[in-house]
């Protein structure tokens, strides 16, 4: 015990010297006057008070765990030390507690070797030099997209995988994105060994080859570099929950709620060019994977009430958790909150998260993955982390297009027409979806919408168009194909 504590001051005095150079935020333990109950409305100011200056990591029983930028310190510290309620420590941040292993800075060649082992965690010369390699190997189905630059110009980049574009004219496009929390690089290892499943198994596996012919699957393994690589291109230790400027990229958007800057900070650069790559490509479904519990969570973080889609949302959830409990053997994995699912405001509360943001202003559906409690985990367990998520992820993939999908086409010519497709009795806080996907040669008329089985009511409608009605069983596990031609109310050519 002794040397632990002597390891720990060891690592703090290293942490506290490097603190003047490259780093950015601070990490503290709150104890709360009682255990966190999240529907004391009480205990919920007085967190929402300390959001104003730190973002919360985790809570466990009594114990808050928050980041805090250099900015915000002595601020946090001013609200700390004015309420006699609240105690305080800071500890070393996550981050600093382990030295993980990297690829050789030297020789990229030596990354590649690594392919099917997984056994490092990449520079971030070696984690472009990997996308890349994958797309010019797999130029028929693979792309790399840059969405933009990050505050200190590392690339936000994407692999695109789709095969046989023209086999469907309406493909729904899928987006995985890790480590929007820079120093939650366990996800971000779990997209990099999934890209490389889809792409050299898309040959010999049908399942996975169905997926890609049928699907765009859009990966986004590191979407905060600045914070992966806080203190380097070269390593990962240090890295940092927040971007460059020191602001928590998951906080940054604009908010059913909370309104357009629930951070009180401006729209950093790399929330700017998510924001735009989300305008031009309809996602139908978003997965974001973090780090520091193990557990699905499910809309919204933002409302007390229930998504209309309640009941989906946790079967899908439920699906992810118990396929992950599978894969792990039952040994514990994926079981935090309710055995591995959990509402969003019923753990705490988030202003200006990517999953409302999903949810209300884009229309897409989107879940937050936690998919270990150690966030850089030793590298050895690299490997492990993607075996326990693998299965879960192809069920997403295959399971979320299920429900309703179709068409919306002006009579005259069938061209598309870009509709409200909104279940009625059903549908609130902008539950509904547009039918906004490429349609044959047009931008719009195509929808997808994920749903579970039973009766619904759709009402399509469109500005100078009649809206119509129809009911609709929808029976699982195939889709139910609607196809709706409108009219416009008043008819040009007669
Ligand atoms: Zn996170």
Same mark, same amino acid.
């Given at each position: 015990?002794?040397?632990?504590?002597?390891?720990?001051?060891?690592?703090?005095?290293?942490?506290?010297?490097?603190?003047?150079?490259?780093?950015?935020?601070?990490?503290?333990?709150?104890?709360?006057?009682?255990?966190?109950?999240?529907?004391?409305?009480?205990?919920?100011?007085?967190?929402?008070?300390?959001?104003?200056?730190?973002? !919360?990591?985790?809570?466990?029983? &009594?114990? /808050?765990?928050?980041?805090? =930028?250099?900015?915000? *310190?002595?601020?946090? %510290?001013?609200?700390?030390?004015?309420?006699?309620?609240?105690?305080?420590?800071?500890?070393?941040?996550?981050?600093?507690?382990?030295?993980?292993?990297?690829?050789?800075?030297?020789?990229?060649?030596?990354?590649?070797?690594?392919?099917?082992?997984?056994?490092?965690?990449?520079?971030?010369?070696?984690?472009?030099?990997?996308?890349?390699?994958?797309?010019?190997?797999?130029?028929?189905?693979?792309?790399?997209?840059?969405?933009?630059?990050?505050?200190?110009?590392?690339?936000?980049?994407?692999?695109?995988?789709?095969?046989?574009?023209?086999?469907?004219?309406?493909?729904?496009?899928?987006?995985?994105?890790?480590?929007?929390?820079?120093?939650?690089?366990?996800?971000?290892? !779990?997209?990099?060994?999934?890209? &490389?499943? /889809?792409?050299?198994?898309? =040959?010999?596996?049908? *399942?996975?080859?169905? %997926?890609?012919?049928?699907?765009?699957?859009?990966?986004?393994?590191?979407?905060?570099?600045?914070?992966?690589?806080?203190?380097?291109?070269?390593?990962?230790?240090?890295?940092?929950?927040?971007?460059?400027?020191?602001?928590?990229?998951?906080?940054?958007?604009?908010?059913?709620?909370?309104?357009?800057?629930?951070?009180?900070?401006?729209?950093?650069?790399?929330?700017?060019?998510?924001?735009?790559?989300?305008?031009?490509?309809?996602?139908?479904?978003?997965?974001?994977?973090?780090?520091?519990?193990?557990?699905?969570?499910?809309?919204?973080?933002?409302?007390?009430?229930?998504?209309?889609?309640?009941?989906?949302?946790?079967?899908?959830?439920?699906?992810?958790?118990?396929?992950?409990?599978?894969?792990?053997?039952?040994?514990?994995?994926?079981?935090?909150?309710?055995?591995?699912?959990?509402?969003?405001?019923?753990?705490?509360?988030?202003?200006?998260?990517?999953?409302?943001?999903?949810?209300?202003?884009?229309?897409?559906?989107?879940?937050?993955?936690?998919?270990?409690?150690?966030?850089?985990?030793?590298?050895?367990?690299?490997?492990?982390?993607?075996?326990?998520?693998?299965?879960?992820?192809?069920?997403?993939?295959?399971?979320?297009?299920?429900?309703?999908?179709?068409?919306?086409?002006?009579?005259?010519?069938?061209?598309?027409?870009?509709?409200?497709?909104?279940?009625?009795?059903?549908?609130?806080?902008?539950?509904?979806?547009?039918?906004?996907?490429?349609?044959?040669?047009?931008?719009?008329?195509?929808?997808?919408?994920?749903?579970?089985?039973?009766?619904?009511?759709?009402?399509?409608?469109?500005?100078?168009?009649?809206?119509?009605?129809?009911?609709?069983?929808?029976?699982?596990?195939?889709?139910?194909?609607?196809?709706?031609?409108?009219?416009?109310?008043?008819?040009?050519?007669?």
């Amino acid at each position: 015990m002794k040397n632990f504590f002597l390891l720990f001051t060891v690592l703090f005095c290293f942490y506290s010297a490097s603190a003047h150079s490259t780093i950015h935020e601070f990490y503290f333990e709150i104890t709360l006057p009682t255990t966190y109950c999240p529907t004391n409305y009480e205990m919920r100011i007085q967190l929402k008070e300390i959001e104003r200056f730190a973002s !919360i990591d985790v809570i466990e029983g &009594e114990h /808050l765990y928050v980041y805090v =930028s250099a900015r915000k *310190r002595d601020a946090l %510290l001013d609200y700390l030390n004015s309420d006699p309620d609240l105690t305080y420590e800071e500890l070393v941040p996550p981050s600093w507690r382990e030295d993980p292993l990297i690829t050789d800075k030297l020789n990229d060649l030596k990354f590649y070797a690594l392919i099917g082992n997984w056994s490092r965690y990449p520079t971030y010369n070696n984690y472009v030099a990997f996308l890349d390699s994958m797309a010019k190997q797999y130029p028929q189905i693979a792309s790399l997209i840059e969405m933009g630059k990050s505050v200190n110009g590392h690339q936000l980049l994407l692999l695109k995988i789709a095969a046989n574009p023209n086999t469907s004219s309406i493909r729904p496009k899928f987006i995985l994105s890790g480590a929007i929390h820079g120093d939650e690089l366990v996800g971000s290892m !779990i997209l990099l060994q999934l890209i &490389e499943y /889809l792409l050299t198994n898309y =040959s010999s596996n049908q *399942r996975v080859r169905t %997926l890609v012919d049928n699907l765009e699957i859009w990966i986004n393994p590191i979407f905060n570099p600045d914070g992966s690589y806080a203190q380097g291109d070269d390593t990962v230790k240090g890295a940092t929950r927040y971007n460059a400027n020191g602001v928590d990229l998951n906080r940054n958007l604009p908010d059913p709620s909370a309104g357009e800057h629930p951070d009180g900070e401006s729209w950093q650069k790399e929330t700017v060019a998510f924001k735009k790559l989300l305008i031009e490509q309809k996602f139908i479904f978003a997965v974001d994977f973090h780090g520091g519990a193990e557990l699905i969570n499910y809309p919204w973080d933002t409302f007390q009430r229930l998504h209309a889609d309640d009941n989906w949302y946790q079967s899908i959830s439920r699906l992810y958790a118990d396929a992950a409990q599978q894969s792990a053997g039952h040994n514990g994995y994926m079981t935090g909150g309710n055995n591995g699912i959990i509402n969003g405001y019923a753990w705490y509360e988030v202003n200006g998260g990517r999953q409302d943001y999903f949810n209300y202003f884009e229309h897409t559906r989107a879940v937050t993955a936690e998919v270990s409690k150690t966030k850089i985990p030793h590298t050895t367990m690299l490997t492990t982390y993607f075996k326990y998520n693998l299965a879960s992820i192809l069920l997403l993939l295959e399971q979320v297009p299920r429900g309703v999908w179709g068409t919306v086409t002006d009579v005259r010519d069938a061209s598309g027409i870009m509709a409200s497709v909104e279940i009625l009795n059903h549908d609130r806080d902008n539950s509904f979806i547009f039918s906004n996907l490429e349609l044959n040669n047009f931008k719009q008329g195509g929808f997808y919408r994920p749903l579970i089985a039973g009766e619904y009511q759709f009402k399509i409608s469109a500005p100078g168009y009649t809206p119509q009605i129809r009911q609709l069983p929808i029976p699982l596990p195939l889709p139910t194909r609607l196809d709706v031609q409108l009219t416009p109310v008043t008819p040009v050519d007669h």
